[in-house]
């Protein structure tokens, strides 16, 4: 249960600031500046076009493993180089969830 009250100075751009960030991370700035202050990190939530993006890489990733598997036996060198380009989608797509 949340009963004390912690004030503290900051400027008006700063709160600006503070505040786009909470809502950027749907929490409430008194929640933010918590999990701040106790050292957690505070991940912003993905906006529509950002997991558009993140549902178009996942297809691409997808087609190109199937094409690599498709090409592996005619033509190895191509299988090789599709399965690279597959491998580099997956590495930004587990960099785009963090």
């Given at each position: 249960?949340?009963?004390?009250y ?18 950027r ?11 701040s202050?106790?050292?957690n ?13 993140y ?7 997808d087609?190109f ?34």
């Amino acid at each position: 249960m949340k009963r004390d009250y912690i004030k503290f100075r900051c400027s008006i751009y700063e709160k600006k600031l503070l505040k786009k960030r909470a809502k950027r991370a749907g929490i409430s700035l008194s929640e933010y500046c918590r999990s701040s202050a106790f050292g957690n990190s505070v991940i912003e939530r993905l906006t529509e076009e950002q997991l558009e993006c993140y549902r178009t890489l996942v297809q691409y990733k997808d087609n190109f493993t199937r094409i690599g598997n498709m090409f592996r036996n005619r033509n190895p060198l191509l299988a090789k180089e599709v399965e690279l380009l597959a491998e580099e989608i997956r590495k930004h797509l587990y960099n785009f969830g963090k």
